[in-house]
């Protein structure tokens, strides 16, 4: 069956540390994968898109990287701040859905001083 | 920009009654728009698929009479919970399709809390 693995445990992080953040998935084949921010009580937010043939991609202190092989996204924020605190999701838009996204369950970050 | 936004934020009914939500791209046009429900401590489960002009595609196990979807313009998407019962009660989030060149991304609303007593 398909499956979007991300660790449901907190992950507890100093202010300044990177963070780094896991999503395995099984049984599908991603066009893209993207990484969404969510404060409770809110909407997702977008973050990064990254496209199956992409390795990788940046943008300000998000680093994003992508093994097909793994069947593996890794999420980094690097010079984390309290302020990053929150849930982050990944998402798989497989081939041929018709840009519909699979959600994985979400890891807490916490970033403390 | 990629501003969506949803109507009402929370929502308290009785059960039995119908409650409708509406979910606005502001600043783009959207041809498709994606409604999400969102239990405790789990992730976003996607409803259904709501296309400008046409029925509404929804997810295996989501009663398309139950959750009646209008997608009536580029901007805007409603969608109308009939008969509420308390098991309803969930965060409901929608998201708009924005298209730029070939990369389609989705941008969410704040969501609407709905509590069916």
């Known amino acids: 069956s398909q499956k979007i693995e991300q660790n449901s445990e907190a992950l507890n992080i100093q202010e300044g540390k990177t963070a780094t953040l896991t999503c395995n998935y099984t049984?599908?084949?991603?066009?893209?994968l993207q990484w969404y921010r969510q404060d409770p009580g809110r909407g997702p937010v977008f973050l990064l898109l990254?496209?199956?043939?992409?390795k990788e991609k940046r943008k300000e202190r998000l680093k994003v990287t992508f093994d097909t092989t793994l069947k593996q996204s890794l999420f980094h924020i690097t010079a984390s701040q309290p302020a990053d605190s929150a849930t982050y999701l990944c998402?798989?838009?497989?081939?041929?859905?018709?840009?519909?996204?699979?959600f994985g369950t979400g890891t807490r970050l916490q970033v403390t001083l | 920009g990629a501003v969506v936004s949803q109507h009402p934020s929370w929502v308290i009914c009785k059960s039995g009654t119908s409650v409708k939500i509406e979910c606005r791209s502001l600043?783009?046009?959207?041809?498709?728009m994606f409604w999400y429900r969102q239990f405790p401590k789990q992730s976003l489960m996607l409803m259904a698929t709501?296309?400008?002009?046409?029925?509404?595609?929804?997810e295996q196990g989501v009663e398309k009479d139950k959750f009646l979807i209008n997608h009536a313009s580029l901007t805007l998407s409603t969608l109308t919970v009939t008969s509420a019962h308390p098991e309803d009660s969930s965060f409901y989030i929608c998201?708009?399709?924005?298209?730029?060149?070939?990369?389609?991304?989705?941008?969410f609303g704040p969501g609407t809390r709905l509590l069916v007593l």
């Open positions: 600043d783009f046009q959207a041809t498709t």
């Open positions: 990254i496209r199956e043939n992409e």
């Open positions: 709501s296309n400008e002009g046409s029925k509404a595609t929804y």
């Open positions: 049984n599908y084949s991603p066009a893209y």
């Open positions: 998201s708009a399709e924005k298209v730029t060149g070939s990369q389609e991304t989705q941008y």
């Open positions: 998402a798989l838009e497989a081939t041929g859905t018709a840009s519909k996204l699979t």
